[in-house]
């Protein structure tokens, strides 16, 4: 299994401002996958993140808007660039695990609301 | 990817079994099924998958029907900690996508005593 933090848990932004979220995990994974949750919706993933690698984002995500960082096996952040009110959702971090599941291990998450 | 349909919410009693239904009829030969659920205010957490056979954990069974266009998850006692969005996801493993889960809208699963 694998343990997984994220900072900080809960913000409170004004639209036009950036935040950068941050995931540790407690053992070094390969990959590692950014989520975001709007409001009383499902999942969608953001993008993939490979260490030593450029992160891989899914259609209608863009680098410029959620720039990701993975400077390690252990830790990588994703920033909320130039926000708005639509940008108001959970954003939560996870994990492959390496056995022979293969499941992913999810973060708790960081709420976000943008006035 | 291949689809997956789920009732949108289900009522349980504590105490009783719960059969969740999840239909793919799109699925292919190397997909398996995953369940994962999401109680409030966390991340989701992963509880069972399967390819072919029917599966058992801790956690719950996975029924998969013979043509695997459907499967349900199933509870045996639900209790109030149960209570959660319970995701059916497919996972091609022969795709360099395996590693990306889907999420679906999901079946949000009340219990009440």
């Known amino acids: 299994s694998a343990v997984i933090s994220q900072k900080p848990s809960r913000d409170i932004c004004q639209r036009g401002t950036s935040l950068t979220i941050q995931c540790q995990v407690d053992s070094q994974v390969t990959m590692m996958f950014w989520y975001r949750q709007q409001p009383g919706q499902s999942l969608t993933l953001i993008a993939t993140a490979n260490q030593g690698s450029e992160a891989t984002y899914e259609s209608g995500f863009v680098i410029d808007k959620f720039p990701i960082s993975r400077p390690n096996l252990t830790f990588s952040t994703l920033t909320v660039s130039n926000m708005s009110p639509e940008d108001s959702s959970i954003y939560l971090c996870s994990v492959e695990g390496t056995g022979v599941v293969n499941e992913q291990f999810f973060g708790p998450g960081t709420r976000l609301t943008v006035l | 990817d291949a689809k997956t349909t789920q009732p949108n919410s289900m009522e349980s009693n504590e105490e009783e079994p719960v059969h969740l239904p999840c239909n793919h009829s799109?699925?292919?030969?190397?997909?398996?099924i995953h369940w994962y659920r999401q109680l409030p205010s966390q991340g989701p957490e992963y509880v069972i998958h399967g390819l072919t056979s029917n599966v058992n954990n801790r956690m719950a069974s996975l029924a998969i029907a013979e043509d695997r266009k459907s499967s349900t998850l199933i509870l045996h006692r639900a209790t109030l900690r149960d209570a959660a969005v319970y995701y059916c996801i497919l996972r091609d493993i022969n795709t360099g996508t395996a590693s990306k889960l889907t999420f679906g809208t999901g079946t949000r699963l009340q219990v009440t005593l």
């Open positions: 799109t699925i292919s030969g190397t997909d398996y």
